[in-house]
């Protein structure tokens, strides 16, 4: 499949993801939703994740998937986008209070986030990773039934490893310096996290880890997080289909996630 197909057949499954989150329910914005999406406002404030690679420094200039996505997405609306790094844990915290206006942090869309915020058009698909260290056992995703597993406390993947698997003993930390400190220890036999940072993770890791066993979580596109009833979700959109029809979307992941197989919500499924 040639990339022009790539690219169209995104765009299409994009519009067709932009109609589909119309079937979703949302409380009516108040009179205060709407004066806080500040629709005139020159300047977007995106709170990012300051973890390679969602938003990181490298020789000198500021990089990441996420940090280039929101920013294509600030210029495609005509406003400058001011990036806010911080923990993980604050990110929703801070959207909630108005210190930001949007989340850029790998995302997953759920129907419990749903119920509070709204969610862009997706620009990504959730891949997980277990990380283990080296001359572990667990050697693929069926093989840790019965181990203790570290996720950071209020992580997407928390959730999905509580829902899904059933025979692990689930061991919480507050960030993921800390779940791999739990395996150092051996207080945890792996991690459970977003397959992007594995990378970082292993990097940074005091300890060997293997190579991370990866793989895709159906339904679980990934978007922008905005404030319920924020009146710029329809231009934010708008600026992510036209960044999937030019190709910049392609190669924005291409640029991070080259070696990633491209997931199905963006790929061609009728050609």
């Known amino acids: 499949m040639n990339q022009i197909k790539l690219v169209v057949a995104g765009a299409v499954v994009l519009l067709g993801a932009i109609a589909f989150s119309g079937h979703f329910s949302h409380p009516a914005p108040s009179a205060t939703d709407k004066a806080s999406a500040a629709v005139g406002s020159s300047t977007l404030r995106v709170g990012v994740e300051s973890t390679e690679p969602v938003y990181y420094q490298s020789d000198g200039a500021t990089r990441g998937f996420d940090y280039e996505m929101a920013r294509s997405v ?31 942090a790998e ?44 996720v950071v406390d209020g992580a997407i993947q928390a959730a999905y490893l509580e829902e899904k698997y059933h025979d692990v003993e689930i061991v919480r930390a507050p960030t993921v310096g800390a779940a791999v400190e739990l395996i150092e220890r051996g207080e945890a036999d792996a991690m459970f ?13 005091p300890i060997a ?3 991370p066993i990866v793989y895709q979580v159906d339904d679980a596109p ?30 924005i992941k291409t640029a991070y996630f080259e070696a990633d197989p491209l997931s199905d919500v963006f790929r061609d499924k009728g050609f």
């Open 74 to 104: 600030a210029d495609g609306m005509g406003v400058k986008a001011e990036f806010v790094p911080m923990d993980f844990n604050e990110l929703f915290p801070a959207l909630r209070a108005g210190k930001i206006d949007m989340i850029g």
């Open 107 to 150: 995302v997953t869309q759920t129907s419990e986030l749903e119920r509070e915020f709204d969610f862009s058009a997706p620009y990504f698909s959730t891949y997980v990773a277990f990380l283990t260290p080296e001359g572990s056992t667990i050697r693929t995703r069926r093989d840790v039934d019965g181990k203790r597993i570290a």
């Open 222 to 251: 990934i978007g922008f997080v905005i404030r319920s009833g924020d009146q710029r979700k329809e231009q934010i959109d708008e600026v992510l289909k036209e960044m999937v029809l030019s190709g910049e979307w392609l190669k």
């Open 209 to 211: 880890l293997e190579e």
């Open 193 to 205: 996290h977003g397959a992007p940072y594995a990378q970082s993770i292993i990097k940074s890791a």
